[in-house]
């Protein structure tokens, strides 16, 4: 049974039937949230944190919803906005950001499935090097296939600004795996 927004948003506008709408919000959302935090913090444990607090401002927030966009941008843009709060909390407790950097690496070896190719480990390792703008934008493209004009009401950026983040991430990406690739 696929969710309509229209229908969540209805049952979440109202007092009698929020908890409806929560409970339908999150079946519809859990998965492509988890997967667009794990993919920005790596951490399992993390993402699931984070995921949490997600679904808990959007309750709290909900009111503050205007409906200029679709629900699934506005749960986006608080996911992305919890993961940054998160990972600048995680920096601070890091000497610097090559060290912060390094931990996040050192995540995906740990998180990246055994089965996992080379190739694979050095993609996430290369996504996990880049600047957080370039990483979010990257990984919304790559991953999720999100329209440009759809990433650009999550992180409130200009449609040309993302096109040319997304250029400079694919081309590090590419660059790190040359580099870093042993046949």
């Known amino acids: 049974m696929k969710i309509k927004e229209s229908e969540i948003i209805e049952l979440m506008s109202s007092d009698k039937t929020r908890e409806k709408g929560v409970s339908m919000m999150m079946d519809a959302y859990q998965s492509r949230l988890y997967w667009h935090i794990r993919r920005f913090v790596v951490d399992h444990d993390l993402s699931q944190d984070i995921l949490q607090d997600t679904f808990i401002k959007a309750y709290q927030n909900f009111h503050q919803f205007k409906q200029e966009s679709q629900l699934y941008t506005w749960l986006y ?51 996990q090097s880049l600047p957080e703008k370039q990483k ?48």
Do not use: W
């Open 77 to 127: 843009r608080i996911a992305t906005n919890e993961s940054l709060q998160q990972l600048n909390k995680l920096k601070k407790m890091q000497k610097s950001d090559e060290e912060a950097t390094g931990h996040l690496q050192n995540l995906v070896a740990e998180n990246v499935a055994p089965d996992a190719d080379e190739i694979q480990v050095l993609l996430q390792k290369a996504i």
């Open 136 to 183: 979010l934008v990257f990984n919304m493209r790559y991953y999720e296939d999100l329209p440009y004009e759809d990433i650009s009401k999550i992180l409130d950026m200009s449609v040309g600004t993302l096109k040319t983040n997304y250029h400079y991430a694919k081309q590090k990406v590419e660059d790190y795996i040359k580099q870093n690739y042993t046949e």
